[in-house]
């Protein structure tokens, strides 16, 4: 089962995804964790996507196409996957559609997580005042940054995704599981 969750930063994406991974034996790929490791191991690229996620600014496109298309082809993927962070923008939408094809893969679900802008950034707040490891880009600065951009560039491939006749939208502002349970049926009914 191959599955993409969308939704704003701070949606409860990473959660689910985890959370579907252990259920299912799915694969989470959260390409903002890719770019976090990249970033830590001081090469060049994780030094350029240091700079682009501390402003709240997308890397590239055909960086990140190529970097999901290598990771889906590895044998632990081959029980399914979660896109967790991607695609983000419709070229990265559209390039998924014939990477997919293309080594004959199907999407079984894509889900929208929406939670409005005024409750991420109360989360945001939670999450800092919480974490012990603060994520350098979990700022309110960056985060009003990371919802324009979300607003711009990622918003549009929900209609993308809905004319294709597969988004399904859960409300990400109720308890996270309900939201669990939510997803749950939505899978159950994709797999029928
Ligand atoms: P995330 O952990 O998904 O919130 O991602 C953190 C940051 O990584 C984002 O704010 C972007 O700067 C970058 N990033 C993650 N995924 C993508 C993507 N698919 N396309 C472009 N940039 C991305």
Redesign the pocket.
Known sequence: MNIILLGP?GAG??TQAKRLEERHGLKQL???????AAAASGSEIGQK?KE??D???????AL?VKM?AERIAQPDCDKGFIL??????VP?AEALDETLAAKGLKLHAVIEIRVADEVLVERIQTRIAQSETV?S?DTVE?LKK?LE?YHAQTAPILPYYERQGRLITVDGMKPVDTVTEEIEAILSEAVG
Do not use: C, E, N, Y
């Open positions: 930063p994406k990473g959260s390409t903002g964790d890719m770019l976090r996507a682009i996620m402003a709240g600014q997308l890397m590239p496109d990140m999901i967790d962070g991607f695609p983000r923008t990265q994520r880009d960056t990371r951009v």
